[in-house]
C-alpha cells in the first residue's frame, strides 16, 4: 500500500468512515498545520494526534472529526476520551457541533452529555455535586 492510499485510510478510519466525519477531519488536519501542529495518526484509537498548535482549540484541546487538536495534551485517558468524542462526530455529522454547543448552555462542563458519554475522569473533569 502507498503512503497516500495509507493515509487515506488512516483518515477514513479517524472519520469512522462517515462522509461528513471524513470531511471534518481532512480540514482538521489542515487548520492544524496553518496553526503550526504536527499530526500523527494513532492506532489503537484511530485518530489523529495533532501537537504543538500556538492556539485554535479551546480548554485542553478539541477534537473536529477525527482530528484532536492540542499543544501537547496527549495522555492515553485524554486520547481516549476525545476518541469518543469522534465517534460522536460520525454519529451526528455536521450537527454535532451545534448540538455539542446547545448542550453546553444548558449544562455546563461535567453536566454536558457530551462529556459525560466520553468519560469525565478521561477528559480531567470533576464530577457535579
Same mark, same amino acid.
Given at each position: 500500500m502507498s503512503a497516500a492510499a495509507s493515509r487515506r485510510e488512516q483518515i477514513r478510519r479517524a472519520g469512522r468512515g462517515k462522509w461528513q466525519s471524513v470531511s471534518v477531519t481532512r480540514l482538521a488536519l489542515r487548520y492544524a498545520q496553518l496553526w503550526g501542529g504536527t499530526a500523527r495518526f494513532d492506532d489503537e484509537f484511530s485518530i489523529f494526534v495533532c501537537t504543538g498548535l500556538r492556539g485554535g482549540f479551546g480548554r485542553g484541546g478539541t477534537t473536529f472529526g477525527g482530528a484532536?487538536?492540542?499543544?501537547?495534551?496527549?495522555?492515553? #485517558?485524554?486520547?481516549?476520551? %476525545? $476518541?469518543? /468524542?469522534?465517534?460522536?462526530?460520525? @454519529? !451526528?455529522?455536521?450537527?454535532?457541533?451545534? #448540538?455539542?454547543?446547545?448542550? %453546553? $448552555?444548558? /449544562?455546563?462542563?461535567?453536566?454536558? @452529555? !457530551?462529556?459525560?458519554?466520553?468519560?469525565?475522569?478521561?477528559?480531567?473533569?470533576?464530577?457535579?455535586?
Open positions: 484532536y487538536l492540542t499543544a501537547n495534551n496527549t495522555a492515553r #485517558r485524554v486520547l481516549r476520551h %476525545e $476518541a469518543i /468524542h469522534a465517534d460522536q462526530w460520525a @454519529r !451526528f455529522g455536521l450537527t454535532f457541533p451545534f #448540538r455539542y454547543i446547545v448542550e %453546553e $448552555a444548558r /449544562h455546563r462542563g461535567s453536566a454536558n @452529555r !457530551f462529556e459525560i458519554e466520553a468519560g469525565l475522569a478521561d477528559g480531567g473533569y470533576r464530577p457535579t455535586g
